[in-house]
């Protein structure tokens, strides 16, 4: 699914294994602007001082398996917890998308028993085309894994099919599964320099609580996109089935 790119923007994304949720695109220097169908340039692409975060741009990936044992259990369950979120989590706004991405950060955090396996990926750019690039290109390879929208929310609004909502209110079974969560984000500054050897879980936290401060800090937020499966009640995933479909997962 490809889709078009505003230069700067915000994003709020839900995946599931079988679809995607991409909703919510403002012009980063204009909020007020929407900018889901207008493509924009820039002639000053180079950083040449430092910010609160440091030098340049990052682009930061970090990818999450978990156990699910009860995925309507309130207090555990990362999915109910997402779900939640997603049902409140203010995309029309800059600050709206930080508190969203730090606090997934969090809950991921609260749940690092569950955690059985993690990926990251941190790169930096002086070149701020560049970084933008690396950053859709991740995006790309990460929605390239689903095959359908099953939620959908942007600018406030819900726009997930009424259809799938009769259907997952019918699923009241209660399943244990596997989940995979995924926080793509590109931010100022050199700062938020995830671990990318991922030998234990205490890497797996020092890269989640980097995150969860720093797109907290001023406006160096520049997009961020939050990803996960199984979406719906319906669909459970197995360890073999993550393992397949994220290769690059190391254990922890």
């Known amino acids: 699914h490809l889709m078009d790119y505003s230069h700067i923007f915000l994003i709020?994304?839900?995946?599931?294994?079988?679809?995607?949720?991409?909703?919510?695109?403002?012009?980063?220097?204009d909020l007020g602007m929407d900018t889901s169908t207008t493509t924009t340039t820039t002639t000053t692409t180079a950083?040449?001082?430092?910010?609160?975060?440091?030098?340049?741009?990052?682009?930061?990936?970090?990818?999450?398996?978990?156990?699910?044992p009860n995925r309507d259990d309130e207090e555990n369950s990362i999915l109910y917890k997402l779900k939640e979120l997603s049902k409140t989590a203010r995309t029309d706004s800059r600050v709206g998308v930080q508190d969203l991405?730090?606090?997934?950060?969090?809950?991921?955090?609260?749940?690092?028993q569950y955690i059985v396996a993690s990926s990251s990926k941190y790169f930096h750019f002086y070149?701020?085309?560049?970084?933008?690039?690396?950053?859709?290109?991740?995006?790309?390879q990460e929605r390239g894994k689903f095959e359908k929208e099953t939620v959908s929310k942007y600018d406030g609004v819900?726009?997930?099919?009424?259809?799938?909502?009769?259907?997952e209110d019918g699923a009241l079974q209660t399943q244990a599964t596997m989940a995979v969560v995924t926080i793509l984000l590109t931010i100022e500054g050199d700062s938020t320099k995830v671990p990318t050897k991922l030998n234990s879980i205490s890497d797996v936290e020092e890269g989640l609580r980097l995150i969860a401060s720093d797109v907290k800090v001023g406006s160096c937020l520049?997009?961020?996109?939050i990803l996960w499966t199984p979406e719906e009640r319906t669909?459970?995933?197995?360890?073999?089935?993550?393992?397949?479909?994220?290769?690059?997962?190391?254990?922890?």
């Open 158 to 167: 819900d726009y997930t099919n009424q259809q799938q909502k009769l259907i």
């Open 12 to 29: 709020f994304v839900l995946m599931s294994k079988s679809g995607y949720v991409r909703r919510h695109r403002r012009d980063y220097n």
């Open 127 to 140: 070149n701020e085309n560049k970084a933008e690039r690396e950053y859709n290109n991740l995006a790309i």
């Open 222 to 225: 520049r997009g961020a996109e």
């Open 101 to 112: 991405t730090s606090q997934v950060a969090l809950e991921l955090l609260r749940r690092k």
């Open 47 to 68: 950083f040449s001082n430092a910010g609160v975060l440091g030098e340049g741009v990052s682009v930061v990936q970090m990818t999450v398996a978990l156990n699910v």
């Open 235 to 252: 669909e459970t995933l197995s360890r073999r089935d993550v393992f397949a479909d994220y290769p690059e997962l190391r254990i922890v």
